[in-house]
DNA sequence: TAGCTGACGCCCT
DNA sequence: CAGGGCGCCAGCT
């Protein structure tokens, strides 16, 4: 495991409930803006943390939950997000804008 | 050891 | 407006 990998759970896991961010937001955060595939994948394997990383958060630019299928049902991600208070239809966030969580913004004077 | 792939994002056609 | 291609970094075959 590395240190990305790391950097990516413990950022996730600051999300607050019922907010989400994009693969390319904590990408750009930890400074290789474009590797937001990393971050999929870094995702992908959070599984095999000991501590809950709440990867149902993580959604691409457009708030599409483009990472459902890696659940354990491919509705488990909506659940979860829909659970915590957000609108989802046709696998997309609703008021993407509102909700998204900018850890660029949100941590800026916090690290 | 080299090459392919992946839960994305942006630019070009 | 829609489709295709390249870049990003690390893990897996």
């Known amino acids: 495991m590395n240190d990305f990998f790391f950097q990516v759970y413990q950022l996730v896991r600051k999300i607050p409930p019922g907010r989400v961010t994009s693969y390319g937001a904590i990408a750009a955060y930890l400074g290789s803006p474009g590797a937001a595939r990393m971050v999929g994948w870094a995702l992908n394997a959070s599984g ?3 501590e809950f990383v709440p990867a149902h958060r993580v959604v691409n630019r457009s708030g599409l939950l483009t990472g459902k299928f890696h659940f354990d049902t491919p509705r488990t991600m909506q659940e979860l997000l829909e659970n915590e ?26 690290l």
Request: proline letters at 3%; glycine letters at 6%; a positive charge.
């Open 85 to 110: 208070g957000l609108k989802i239809a046709n696998g997309q966030i609703l008021n993407f804008e509102k909700k998204f969580w900018d850890p660029a913004k949100e941590l800026k004077n916090k």
């Open 48 to 50: 095999s943390q000991n």
